[in-house]
């Protein structure tokens, strides 16, 4: 995303090794995108930003994970519709 002046503001990239990024990892990079607490921040303004940093966690480690078995669920349901049954159950099972 462009800032008004034109840069980029900040990138991170994250790499993996054969497998895709955890629920963990997807939960990390959005909760830093979401709140971000200044380092020389209020202890108080500071604890309570990072108490709700914790809550976002939270919450979207909960539904990022139901995302995640949802796409499995749905992977799965073609699978079997095209005669892979046992290929299906194990991606269930992941």
């Known amino acids: 995303m462009f800032g008004a002046d034109g840069d980029l503001g900040s990138v ?3 790499a993996t090794v054969n497998r895709g990024m955890s629920v963990d990892e997807w939960v990390e990079i959005a909760t830093n995108k979401l709140i971000s607490v200044a380092a020389d ?6 604890e309570q930003a990072l108490a ?3 809550q976002i966690r939270t ?3 909960f539904h990022f994970t139901k ?3 949802s796409e499995r669920v749905t992977v799965a ?3 079997r519709k095209e005669g892979f049954a046992q290929l ?3 991606i269930e099972d992941l």
């Open 88 to 90: 299906a159950d194990k």
């Open 12 to 14: 991170t990239v994250v």
């Open 77 to 79: 349901a073609v699978l």
């Open 67 to 69: 995302v995640a078995r």
């Open 59 to 61: 919450v979207l480690r």
């Open 41 to 46: 921040a209020p202890m108080p303004i500071r």
């Open 52 to 54: 709700y940093q914790d």
